[in-house]
């Protein structure tokens, strides 16, 4: 069994930094494709981070470049999210993912992340 555990999830304020991490343990699983996920109730899941774990190739959403980065650790059984000048709008609950993914010059599918966190909490107050 495959598991995937956020943690790092906290309350700031604008401006604040918060680093995401999530660990995946389980079975030997090597996943080729890592991301960070966030959702607010009501609205769609948003794809906020992805890393191609071979080539080493980050996606990020238009929201965050500049604000975010992601990583992963040698082993390819953590990933992680630096967060940087944290708005309102960054206010969330955070879910990692990680999947057998084509690596392509775009964003992976949505469909090809196998398994996911339960999520960790984000919230900016202004």
């Known amino acids: 069994q495959v598991l995937l555990l956020e943690s790092g999830g906290g309350s700031v304020q604008t401006g604040g930094s918060l680093t995401l991490s999530c660990n995946v343990s389980g079975s030997n699983y090597r996943s080729n494709c890592m991301a960070w996920f966030r959702q607010v109730p009501g609205k769609a899941r948003e794809g906020v981070a992805a890393?191609?774990?071979?080539?080493?190739?980050?996606y990020y959403a238009d929201s965050v470049k500049g604000r975010f980065t992601i990583s992963q650790d040698n082993a390819k059984t953590a990933v992680y999210l630096q967060m940087n000048s944290l708005k309102p709008q960054d206010t969330a609950m955070y879910y990692c993912?990680?999947?057998?993914?084509?690596?392509?010059?775009?964003?992976?599918?949505?469909?090809?992340?196998?398994?996911w966190g339960q999520g960790t909490q984000v919230t900016v107050s202004s």
């Open positions: 890393i191609y774990s071979g080539p080493g190739r980050t």
């Open positions: 993912a990680a999947g057998g993914c084509v690596v392509r010059a775009a964003w992976p599918e949505v469909y090809e992340f196998d398994y």
